[in-house]
């Protein structure tokens, strides 16, 4: 190949580099967990979808009676309380396990709540 004034020929300065690839920024152990948690501190949101919550009710339901119906109220009831008291429970259990000096919760921390 011929270099012309438009096209030189290539020469080793040219050549592309193989560069590593850039690594993946990884954040310190329990940052991420920390920021999720302040995210749902300030959301309104229900933490539980809605349909598969009252599809559990419903099947629930099904084993005292067969014709069971709920107002849409009486859901949102549950829901709440359900939400709130498995809140409420895993704020004891981590309670528990910094109580241990330990940063993971066992099962015997939600056993003592």
Do not use: W
């Not at 329990?30 to 598969?52: A, D, N, W, Y």
């Not at 549950?78 to 241990?100: G, P, V």
Request: charged fraction near 25%; glycine fraction near 2%; aromatic fraction near 8%.
């Amino acid at each position: 190949m011929q270099a012309t004034q438009d096209h030189p020929e290539p020469t080793a300065a040219m050549a592309p580099v193989a560069d590593k690839p850039k690594k993946k920024y990884r954040f310190k152990p329990g940052t991420v967990s920390l920021r999720e948690i302040k995210k749902h501190q300030k959301s309104t949101t229900h933490l539980i979808q809605r349909k598969p919550f009252y599809r559990l009710v419903k099947e629930i339901a099904q084993q005292y009676s067969s014709d069971c119906k709920f107002q849409q109220v009486a859901m949102q009831a549950l829901q709440d309380d359900a939400e709130s008291y498995i809140t409420q429970y895993f704020a004891r259990s981590q309670a528990n396990a910094i109580h241990a000096g330990r940063k993971t919760i066992l099962v015997m921390d939600g056993q003592k709540s």
